[in-house]
């Protein structure tokens, strides 16, 4: 699953320090899959489609307006489109996002070719 031509690109991420994979569905929709190491807050934002999410290893808590959801490794959380959300981890926090469209860009590839570095 940690394949560089999978690897989210930084400036696609809500959370600093934060590592993610991702996967395409047919239909446009995404999964992505996220480490954070260092724990830390996600800054409110929203989405034009829904998002469901598992927590795969410690605490992520999801916060909608004032209330906070503090989720473990298995518990679950649907969001529906539209809803300002954000949060926070733990420290060695993973987990999995499914989300009704396309939320993710990939990082660009860099290819060694006769020892030049070419962006693609």
């Known amino acids: 699953m940690k394949h ?14 934060i590592e993610g994979y991702v996967f395409d569905g047919a ?3 995404q999964v992505a899959y ?6 830390g807050n996600s800054a409110e934002h929203t989405h034009g ?4 999410m598992v927590v795969v290893q410690g605490q992520y808590t999801v ?11 298995g518990k679950e959380f649907f969001i529906k489109k ?13 987990t999995i996002h499914a ?4 939320r993710v860009e990939r990082a660009k ?10 962006l693609f």
Not at 99 to 102: S, W
């Open 49 to 52: 489609y829904d998002e469901y």
């Open 27 to 29: 239909d446009g929709s």
């Open 63 to 73: 916060t909608i307006g004032e209330i906070e959801f503090p989720l473990t490794a």
């Open 4 to 17: 560089p031509s999978n690897k989210i690109a930084g400036q696609e991420q809500f959370s600093k320090g």
């Open 109 to 118: 590839k860099i290819v060694l070719l006769q020892k030049d570095y070419l």
């Open 34 to 39: 996220w480490t954070n190491p260092i724990g």
């Open 99 to 102: 989300f009704g469209g396309k």
């Open 82 to 94: 539209g809803t300002a959300h954000g949060g926070k981890s733990l420290p060695g926090t993973r």
